[in-house]
């Protein structure tokens, strides 16, 4: 098991930028795929961006190009850089360990670990 704390979220305005920071504790997380999931209100929660454990990152078509994770990971804290922030990014932002197969790294059900959420307001 790991323990995830979120931190960095806030207000933006459009095209503006946010770094997430998740915290995460526990002797094996590096065995883990790290990933990043967004909720909207009224919305499902959907994939953002994974890194697995060979350090390869996937992202979402609606984020591809403008948000990234930083690698390598330093000091047991895996990013999300936001650039070019739209309104519709705005949601609750999630930071989750798991060992999911690669074909299923955007599944939110197969990561068994989460961290309490940040919310990130873009907005005018």
């Known amino acids: 098991q790991v323990q995830l704390v979120e931190s960095g979220g806030g207000l933006v305005q459009p095209g503006g930028s946010l770094r997430l920071s998740c915290a995460v504790s526990?002797?094996?997380?590096?065995?883990?795929?790290m990933a990043w999931f967004r909720q909207a209100p009224g919305k499902e929660r959907e994939f953002v961006a994974a890194?697995?454990?060979?350090?390869?990152?996937y992202y979402a078509d609606s984020v591809k190009g403008r948000f990234a994770i930083p690698r390598p990971i330093v000091d047991n804290t895996v990013h999300l850089q936001m650039d070019t922030l739209k309104p519709e990014d705005t949601a609750v932002y999630y930071c989750?360990?798991?060992?999911?197969?690669?074909?299923?790294?955007?599944?939110?059900?197969?990561?068994?670990?989460w961290g309490q959420g940040t919310q990130v307001t873009v907005s005018s």
């Open positions: 526990g002797n094996s997380f590096r065995t883990y795929a």
């Open positions: 890194l697995n454990r060979n350090s390869h990152t």
């Open positions: 989750a360990a798991g060992r999911p197969v690669l074909s299923s790294i955007r599944d939110p059900n197969l990561y068994g670990n």
